[in-house]
């Protein structure tokens, strides 16, 4: 039989005043890893979704802590299941998120939230945060590892001129759920935050100054995230990245929310994330 894993919840104060940032922490009862690895969803996402669960409790069957986290403006209410706080929702921006996958990367490398004060870090970021994944991990020494799945490019190009234009006259542009068919409010402070900050958040460039071993998953039939944006981000990428093409694989592998279980191609991105974070944090 597989070892017990143990899950603790823990809220993290955000710095800007608003809601907290509310994760969980999973580990084999009984085990003190000395590496851990932060999970980070992506938009419209939050870490009781999909294979987020599975692929957690993966990593700790592996023998790390296994930190997955939800972003305090993704919509989600206290429930971490529901999209109850669209209001949030609409205060989304890309710096926030970067600033608060460092703000987990503090509390794991200090110890507070892993059974002890971590040796090596692993980084995982999937769509939209797979992009803010690597904007963090170029900022971040202490990431030893990094691997994204279907992760963007680029910030800029995801939107039309009509988008900008509406932001810039200060409304809000809504986008839908698939799942749940919510119109969701991406409000004016998300543009604002990209053209005050178009540097740092570069994900290219960012990319090419990533210095940790970096595995970059994508399928190549993603109609969400074209499988064009790996291949540019591996053209960009370090001599220690690698490419991996899923064939058949879709923006989640084949998995969907509610959870029904690990299609072929899902388990081919996760066995191979395991390999990597096994390799490169041990």
Excluded at 107 to 123: E, N, T, Y
Excluded at 225 to 230: L, S, T
Aim: hydrophobic content about 40%; glycine content about 10%.
């Amino acid at each position: 039989m597989p070892d017990a894993l143990t899950l603790t919840k823990f809220e993290i104060r955000s710095s800007d005043g608003g809601p907290p940032i509310r994760g969980d922490v999973r580990v084999r009862a009984g085990h003190r890893p000395t590496a851990a690895v932060v999970i980070c969803h992506g938009f419209k996402g939050f870490r009781a979704a999909n294979f987020f669960p599975s692929l957690a409790r993966a990593v700790a069957a592996h023998g790390f802590a296994a930190v997955s986290f939800d972003f305090t403006r993704n919509g989600v209410g206290s429930d971490g299941v529901d999209f109850s706080a669209l209001h949030l929702f609409a205060e989304q921006t890309h710096s926030r998120n970067v600033d608060e996958i460092r703000q987990v990367l503090d509390a794991v490398c200090s110890g507070i939230l892993v059974p002890r004060k971590p040796r090596r870090i692993g980084l995982f970021g999937h769509s939209r945060g797979g992009g803010e994944a690597i904007l963090a991990a170029a900022e971040d020494s202490r990431v030893d590892a990094l691997v994204t799945w279907a992760a963007i490019a680029d910030v800029a190009s995801r939107w039309s001129e009509e988008h900008v234009a509406t932001w810039r006259s200060g409304g809000a542009v809504h986008v839908e759920n698939t799942r749940t068919k919510q119109m969701m409010p991406v409000g004016p402070d998300y543009w604002r935050d990209y053209e005050a900050n178009r540097e740092r958040l570069d994900i290219g460039a960012a990319a090419a100054r990533l210095s940790a071993p970096w595995l970059i998953v994508h399928g190549d039939a993603d109609a969400t995230v074209p499988v064009d944006e790996g291949r540019a981000l591996f053209d960009v990428a370090g001599e220690d990245a690698e490419l991996l093409m899923i064939e058949g694989g879709d923006h989640t592998f084949g998995s969907r929310h509610p959870y029904p279980g690990a299609t072929p191609e899902l388990r081919t991105a996760a066995d191979a994330t395991l390999e990597w974070f096994g390799t490169h944090l041990t």
